[in-house]
């Protein structure tokens, strides 16, 4: 059973906008560096995003800047990832991750454990 859950996926068209989150029913997000991560249809996984338990620090991959953001909300135990702007290549299944090292990082051997991940399908 994954200790981490992700919602949010769907079918969007080019240009449009969906919203992620990443919640446990139970583990305390508040205290992990949560990332997110993609894999696209014959590709390996790769790191879209990361933030620190503070939610001060933040990263991106560069295809994804200025088009994606991440948050995190404590009190309600989850993260999100904002979409927007969302492209043909962005097709994939994310998936969040939590790590307990301290950075923020889109290396995933760095996070501990995972979502099974949700999916996201951009096409007209």
């Known amino acids: 059973q994954s200790r981490l859950v992700e919602s949010g996926g769907g079918l969007v068209q080019p240009g449009g906008s969906l919203r992620l989150s990443c919640g446990s029913p139970?583990?305390?997000?508040?205290?992990?560096?949560i990332g997110w991560f993609r894999q696209a249809p014959g590709k390996e996984r790769e790191g879209v995003s990361c933030?620190?338990?503070?939610?001060?620090?933040?990263g991106y991959t560069d295809s994804v800047k200025g088009r994606f953001t991440i948050s995190r909300d404590d009190r309600a135990n989850k993260v999100f990832l904002q979409m927007n702007a969302l492209k043909p290549e962005d097709t994939g299944v994310y998936y969040c991750?939590?790590?307990?090292?301290?950075?923020?990082?889109?290396?995933?051997?760095?996070?501990?454990?995972w979502g099974q991940g949700t999916q996201v399908t951009v096409s007209s």
């Open positions: 933030i620190d338990p503070y939610g001060d620090k933040t």
């Open positions: 139970g583990v305390a997000l508040e205290f992990y560096y």
């Open positions: 991750a939590a790590s307990t090292r301290n950075m923020c990082t889109l290396t995933e051997e760095y996070y501990d454990f």
